[in-house]
């Protein structure tokens, strides 16, 4: 009985809502837990016989979890995906009962859901998937999470002697010891050739130590950040041989990749349009993934090809006569591969709107910006427009890194920072790059969709 009110009150919370022009996809989920705790539990029992994919991790894991959907409907699998990325337990079940019927049913053979790193042990322990994948952990909103240490911690705990199948980044030295007391040998992908620009000015290196021994490890390449090839220096702790893994470099650009991957015996090669290395390993990882889930390789990798950004992460929308590139920021990896792929290759003129917020979603704790690797753009010659509530803290970090502050404005609204970034000027042309928090980033959806003739979805299809 529970249940079903459960069930009811948010599938009426979710009509109320649309009929307001809301899009909010958490409060039906918490609505509904209030009246049923149990209620995550009861939505998964005899639905989804081919199992539940969760997907987690630092950075890309909503890109992943499409890529991985493009895949399953390349291979005419039914399943559902929480496509707003709403990711905590409440937005996971809210696209529980969205997808199914008063008494809790759905017709989907699987279902794709990205999870919040710091949710992982309530849903994996209310969900059970089949499959879990983990992108990376990086240093994230530590007023949320803690130290990255504490993050680990819990996924080790989470996974040990668990029946899941785990899909992990073998370059990532923190993500492959999640591995180690798996029931279930884990798939790894990984990146065995990299050619490309690197930041000079990368302070992100989180997990640089052997689990075990806490020794510094030895690294034969490293890419960003902490992820590489790697080794301890006993050589009892090596970098785990990628099941999926990127043997070739051919091309890494702004608009695209092309690269040549080992998947067991078979040579692949593969194009997508999606730009950066960050890119690539989301695309590593949907290939591992589909790879556990038996799908074909052939039809994964032309559905990989087609595959276009997720909402807010590489989205090209017109605003005023320009194109505005939409770009997440949340963590100094992620800001430092937004800056590797867009902003560091010639010519650096591009017009930058830097909108930074530091609502609940955003994390409040804003220190992350300087651990950025702005020094790599100290000659940048663009014009940058700063906005969100944390503008001043930008346009100070930008001061710092050594900008030129004749070239900064700083706007009091998004709708102003937009026509700032877009106003006529001869001099001027290009795409104008977008880079925001979480809550920016959907408010500047919301502000083009409002104030333009192109009208945005709440969510990526």
């Known amino acids: ?21 809301k899009s909010g996809t958490a409060l039906p989920g918490l609505l509904a837990e209030k009246v049923d705790g149990n209620l995550m539990s009861k939505l998964v029992k005899g639905n989804f016989p081919d199992g539940i994919v969760v997907v987690t991790g630092t950075n890309g894991k909503t890109t992943t979890s499409k890529m991985i959907s493009d895949m399953l409907n390349g291979s005419g699998v039914v399943h559902i995906r929480n496509t707003a990325g709403s990711n905590m337990r409440r937005g996971i079940i809210s696209t529980l009962i969205q997808n199914s019927n008063l008494r809790g049913r759905n ?24 499959y879990v994948v983990v992108t990376n952990l990086f240093r994230d909103q530590l007023d949320r999470y803690g130290e990255l240490d504490s993050i680990a911690k819990s996924f080790e705990k989470t996974f040990a002697g668990t029946k899941s199948k785990l899909v992990l980044n073998a370059d990532d030295p923190l993500v492959a010891s999640i591995g180690i007391k798996a029931l279930n040998k884990p798939i790894f992908f990984g990146i065995s050739d990299y050619q490309g620009d690197k ?47 990127l043997i070739k470099m051919r091309s890494l650009t702004k608009v695209g990749s092309d690269f040549d991957v080992k998947i067991s015996t078979q040579l692949k090669k593969i194009n997508i349009s999606l730009p950066g ?3 690539i390993y989301n695309s590593l990882a949907a290939l591992a993934t589909t790879e556990a889930l038996g799908l074909g390789v052939d039809e994964a990798i032309r559905s990989l090809s087609k595959t276009s950004s997720a909402f807010g992460r590489g989205e090209s929308i017109e605003y005023s006569g320009r194109r505005v590139k939409l770009l997440l920021i949340k963590n100094p990896t992620g800001f430092n591969q937004i800056i590797q792929t867009y902003l560091k290759p010639k010519p650096q003129s591009n017009t930058l709107i830097l909108s930074i917020n530091d609502n609940i979603a955003d994390g409040r704790d804003v220190s992350w910006l300087w651990d950025s690797a702005l020094e790599d753009l100290s000659s940048y010659t663009g014009k940058i427009v700063v906005s969100g509530s944390r503008s001043y803290d930008m346009a100070l970090r930008l001061k710092y890194a050594g900008f030129n502050m004749d070239n900064i404005k700083i706007a009091n609204t998004l709708k102003q920072a937009l026509d700032l970034a877009t106003a006529a000027d001869p001099s001027e042309s290009g795409i104008v790059y977008a880079l925001n928090t979480y809550t920016a980033m959907l408010e500047m959806r919301q502000t083009i969709s409002r104030f333009s003739a192109v009208k945005l979805k709440g969510i990526s299809k």
């Open 1 to 21: 009985m529970k249940k079903t009110i459960a069930i009811i009150l948010a599938k009426s919370a979710y009509s109320t809502g649309r009929i307001l022009g």
């Open 107 to 130: 017709k989907a053979r699987m279902a794709v859901l990205e999870v919040d790193e710091a949710y992982v042990p309530s849903v994996c322990s209310a969900i059970k998937p089949k």
């Open 199 to 245: 930041i000079i000015n990368d302070h992100t290196a989180d997990s640089v130590f052997e689990q075990e021994s806490g020794e510094k490890l030895q690294y034969l390449q490293r890419y960003f950040g902490h992820i590489g090839i790697y080794t301890s220096k006993n050589k009892k702790y090596t970098r785990p041989e990628p099941n999926i893994n």
């Open 277 to 279: 290395i960050y890119n």
